[in-house]
Nanobody, 123 residues
Framework: QVQLVESGGGLVQAGGSLRLSCAAS????????MGWFRQAPGKGREFVAA????????WYGDPAKGRFTISRDIAKSMVYLQMNRLKPEDTAIYYC????????????????WGQGTQVTVSS
């Protein structure tokens, strides 16, 4: 089994930055993707970014392009999401997930999820 634990969320003013962390433990596979999704109240889960353990090539959803950076530390089994120039519309619960699908930008592509970390951006 895989366990994912997110951290780093909090309250920040618009224009500020946060770095989210996701600690992975248990059975992780090099071909798996690690993804970040977010879910705002009353909305569906939205793709933010993804990266594979075996490759340093990232994918970004529209909310993240130009502002967020995903990275991974294989030795530590950690995945990070650096979020800059945050906006109030970035307010959401941010989830880390892992999966073996070729596609990486849909929640159905992932089999294991963390509990999420709240990000609140004030205006």
């Amino acid at each position: 089994q895989v366990q994912l634990v997110e951290s780093g969320g909090g309250l920040v003013q618009a224009g500020g930055s946060l770095r989210l962390s996701c600690a992975a433990s248990g059975r992780t596979f090099s071909d798996n993707a690690m993804g970040w999704f977010r879910q705002a109240p009353g909305k569906g889960r939205e793709f933010v970014a993804a990266i594979r353990w075996a490759s340093n090539s990232p994918w970004y959803g529209d909310p993240a392009k130009g502002r967020f950076t995903i990275s991974r530390d294989i030795a530590k089994s950690m995945v990070y999401l650096q979020m800059n120039r945050l906006k109030p519309e970035d307010t959401a619960i941010y989830y880390c997930a892992t999966g073996a699908s070729d596609r990486v930008n849909h929640p159905d592509d992932y089999t294991h999820w963390g509990q999420g970390t709240q990000v609140t951006v004030s205006s």
